[in-house]
């Protein structure tokens, strides 16, 4: 249902299509959407990796990050289709980060996104390996799980107010953040079980 909503979204800003734009509600709180995508894959990560990754020592970063990358191919397919049909769009400095999915929030420098939807995909790989580095604090340095997270989410709210144009800190790396990591303190928070309660609370935390 969501994936309709933000289908939806992105359909009237993209064709500027009218019978779109007046479903009203849908259109104008679409891109909710993506927040409460973001705060899913940050609950489903903790879920599947935080207690292999305190208490094994089997995986290691490049192991954990390739585990993420399988959305990559199609990523590739929708970003080469326009570099190849359009001829004005042929610049391979932006064809390099629009292929390794760093056209945004890794620079301070404006990057012509090939798939301008990629974006979300460019910061949940960043979520993926700050989530890395906030197990690895946590396992050597023991500070508390759950305040890295609440550090990362007060990171992310802070970004989204100032609006810094700052690699690593820009307005949609603070739109990542923020749900992720209240999607990894929730799983820490209630039971490590993926409950009703639990998605209660993911989308309670979220919104309000």
């Not at 993209?14 to 894959?41: K, N």
């Not at 391979?92 to 995909?121: A, E, H, K, Q, R």
Request: include cysteine; hydrophobic fraction near 50%; aromatic fraction near 24%.
């Amino acid at each position: 249902m969501l994936c309709i909503v933000i289908m939806i979204y992105h359909y009237g800003i993209i064709f500027q299509c009218t019978p779109i734009r007046l479903l009203g509600s849908v259109y104008s709180y679409g891109h909710l959407g993506t927040y409460v995508f973001f705060a899913i894959s940050g609950y489903l990560t903790a879920y599947q990796y935080k207690e292999k990754l305190i208490y094994s020592n089997d995986i290691d970063f490049k192991q954990y990050f390739i585990k993420k990358l399988y959305i990559l191919p199609l990523v590739f397919v929708s970003i080469c289709i326009p570099f190849i049909t359009y001829a004005s769009e042929r610049n391979v400095y932006f064809f390099l980060f629009n292929i390794f999915c760093t056209w945004c929030g890794f620079t301070g420098d404006y990057v012509v996104p090939y798939n301008p939807v990629s974006w979300y995909i460019c910061i949940l790989l960043l979520c993926y390996a700050l989530f890395y580095l906030i197990v690895y604090l946590h396992k050597r340095l023991d500070i508390p799980y759950r305040y890295l997270c609440i550090l990362m989410c007060v990171i992310g709210l802070v970004i989204m107010i100032r609006k810094y144009d700052i690699p690593f800190l820009q307005y949609d790396n603070g739109r990542g953040y923020l749900p992720f990591f209240i999607g990894a303190m929730v799983y820490d928070i209630n039971g490590m079980r993926f409950n009703k309660k639990n998605v209660f609370l993911l989308f309670f935390f979220k919104f309000f």
